[in-house]
């Protein structure tokens, strides 16, 4: 599986962005996404996932102003980020395993994009 992000930029905050995540290669609606963020000096975090049959994980940092979907016949997901903060600039990348979301191995990733909110 091939995995393309899209969608970051500069945005102020209080503002909003979707990010996008294009899936090539696999049976895409069997695997588990992930939405992932590594902001400079931190560890990469969790964000939000969703497997097969299960409902949508959110952490609780994001939850109330991010939303993952999910289409399967685009082979895409999606990340809307709403209210955006200061503290949410990082580097967003998307992932996909065959496994449970909560497994924390990933197996595929993709190049990720950044986003900057200014203050």
């Known amino acids: 599986v091939q995995l393309q992000a899209s969608g970051g930029g500069l945005v102020q905050a209080g503002g909003s962005l979707r990010l996008s995540c294009l899936a090539s290669?696999?049976?895409?609606?069997?695997?588990?996404m992930g939405w992932f963020r590594q902001a400079p000096g931190k560890e990469r975090e969790l964000l939000s996932a969703h497997s097969p049959g299960y409902t949508t994980y959110c952490t609780d940092s994001v939850r109330g102003r991010f939303t993952f979907s999910r289409n399967n016949a685009k082979r895409t997901v999606y990340l809307q980020m709403n209210n955006l903060k200061s503290e949410d600039t990082a580097v967003y990348f998307c992932?996909?395993?065959?496994?449970?979301?909560?497994?924390?191995?990933?197996?595929?990733w993709g190049p990720g994009t950044l986003v900057t909110v200014s203050s």
């Open positions: 992932a996909a395993q065959l496994g449970d979301f909560r497994n924390p191995q990933y197996n595929y």
């Open positions: 290669g696999g049976t895409f609606s069997s695997y588990a």
